[in-house]
């Protein structure tokens, strides 16, 4: 059935528009995000504005009535917001908190130590004990751990993949940091690890995998000086790539967010260019070219960072009791953020909820 003929004739203006909208809403919604089309499909929006624009004021010059006026405007502001919402340049959804209070982390207050999986639907930490635990949103109570060798030192941070059930696992022995791979079992297949990098006198942490789940980008603290590096579990090859930390992807793989110095900073992959975003810390993209960060008042920022310099707001989270963020990180498919937030600081403790739109 064309999409046409499923919206109601008949009614008034207003009534129309609104169908119009949800509907576009609707199918929107099922289609998978596709982060270079969309992008394409912004920049033919913004030009058929213009022409719309220009039109209009030609219109406006001619022997018009007041009637086919006022439907000219009306028309293209339906036809400008019904493409808004539908190739998603018009926002799709109000963050909201959907499950507070998930998790109480208590001890060494690690914010690295707690990530949520692709889909929204499961988290993985690393308990007190320094094991790893994993369970899903609809049953909290029925939690599993994840295996390692047996003679391991501490987990200090973890990571999902973007496309399986599989972990960037950094550990911390005395002197000598490692960096892993956990698939995390299932009824289907049991668990298993494998090692991707030893190094001495180092440590590793906030790692983050690459948009095709072929590399992990990571922060790497020698003698005090974090610098990023990047090692691929396809050729085993390492390199550096910045000086920083808490690096993470962008959905296309073309820019690279990390933190310096307590701000936040974009890199273009290819040639190296880098921008300043804002002070804060721990960035995480929500968009192709968007994406969001802690703020030293322990708010929520969000950076469109396409444009020169990159436009900063501050991102609202609906039913959010208050306190301060720590941490903030968006699921791959970027309809969930982990919410971190700093607990009663005499007890040193993080507390976790999940947000949705």
């Keep these: 059935m064309r999409d046409e003929k499923r919206i109601p004739t008949g009614c ?20 998978p995000v596709n982060y270079h089309l969309k992008a394409e499909l912004k920049k033919q929006l ?39 919402v539908w190739y998603g340049v018009w926002p799709h959804g109000v963050l909201t908190v959907r499950q507070p209070s998930l998790l109480a982390m208590e001890g060494a207050a690690n914010p ?21 635990r994993t369970f899903d949103l609809d049953e909290p109570a029925a939690k599993a751990d994840v295996s390692l060798p047996v003679d391991h030192g501490d ?4 990571s999902w993949s973007n496309r399986a ?52 980008v990571y922060t790497r603290t020698s003698d005090g000086v974090e ?20 690096p993470e992807w962008s959905p296309d793989g073309r820019l690279l967010a990390f933190t310096k110095q307590g701000s936040v900073f974009v890199m273009e992959m290819r040639s190296g260019r880098t921008t300043l975003v804002g002070r804060g810390g721990w960035p995480s993209w929500n968009g192709e070219a968007s994406l969001t960060f802690t703020t030293p008042e322990g708010t929520l920022a969000e950076a469109e960072v396409d444009v020169q310099p990159p436009v900063l707001r501050e991102m609202p989270i609906r039913s959010w009791e ?36």
């Design 46 to 84: 913004l030009q058929r504005i213009k022409e719309l624009d220009k039109d209009r004021q030609q219109s406006l010059l001619g022997p018009r009535t007041g009637k086919l006026r006022r439907v000219w405007s009306l028309t293209g502001g339906v036809v400008l917001l019904a493409i808004a």
């Design 12 to 31: 008034s203006e207003e009534h129309s528009v609104a169908q119009l909208l949800a509907h576009l809403q609707q199918l929107r919604r099922s289609v």
């Design 112 to 132: 690295e130590r707690v990530d949520l999986d692709a889909g929204g639907s499961r988290i993985a930490y690393v308990t007190d004990s320094s094991t790893i």
């Design 155 to 158: 987990f200090t941070s973890l």
């Design 165 to 216: 059930a599989r972990l960037a696992v950094v550990e911390q022995q005395g002197e000598t940091s490692r960096l892993w791979i956990v698939d995390v079992p299932d009824d289907k297949r049991p668990g298993s690890s494998r090692l991707i990098k030893e190094e001495e006198g180092v440590a590793f942490h906030s790692p983050s995998w690459s948009p095709a789940d072929d590399s992990i």
């Design 322 to 357: 208050g306190g301060r963020l720590v941490r903030a990180h968006w699921s791959a498919d970027r309809e969930h953020l982990l919410l971190v937030q700093a607990g009663d600081e005499t007890e040193n403790t993080l507390v976790v909820s999940l947000a949705s739109r």
């Design 227 to 246: 610098e990023i590096w990047v090692s691929s579990i396809v050729s085993m090859r390492d390199w550096k790539v910045a000086e920083g930390s808490q």
